[in-house]
């Protein structure tokens, strides 16, 4: 595992953030308007709205990014992605506890998160850390999304 650095949302960041996201977007799906828009703009659509960007930082060079984005119910693990030249180091998963950490510091009761079973390996992910399968809205904001998960803490 690699020795990484996470640090919160700086504006110089923000282009690694949109395109971290739109590659592994691209290679899976494709990328949707709300994405674009989030993406685009993580300064209005993320942290001004009360949510949270966190960059990976390895050998001084952004290896990942996560989001907590500020919904109704819960705040939202969303927008996660790994740089191709890391995947396989563990990128994701520091991201991953480093979020779970954060939430619970926060006093927040449960996360959750939208995803595709397609991505078997981040589904495995989520449920070795504990999210469960919740019921999928049938408004849900992303196309692909068709499973739901949520993490008690």
């Known amino acids: ?80 992605a790994v740089s191709p030249k890391y995947h396989g180091q563990k990128i994701g998963q520091q991201l991953m506890d480093y979020c779970i950490d954060f939430s619970k510091n926060k006093g927040w009761k449960n996360i959750m998160l939208y995803s595709n079973r397609v991505l078997e390996p981040a589904i495995a992910l989520y449920k070795k850390v504990g999210f469960v399968e919740v019921e999928l809205e049938k408004d849900v904001y992303y196309e692909r999304a068709n499973i739901k998960m949520k993490l008690e803490l």
């Open 1 to 80: 595992m690699l020795d990484i650095s996470i640090i919160p949302f700086e504006e110089k960041y923000a282009s690694h953030f949109y395109s971290l996201n739109v590659a592994w977007l691209e290679k899976y799906f494709y990328v949707e308007p709300y994405d674009e828009k989030v993406l685009g703009n993580p300064k209005e659509f993320i942290i001004d709205k009360g949510g949270f960007v966190f960059f990976a930082i390895y050998n001084n060079e952004i290896a990942g990014t996560v989001a907590l984005i500020n919904e109704k119910e819960c705040y939202e693990l969303s927008k996660m």
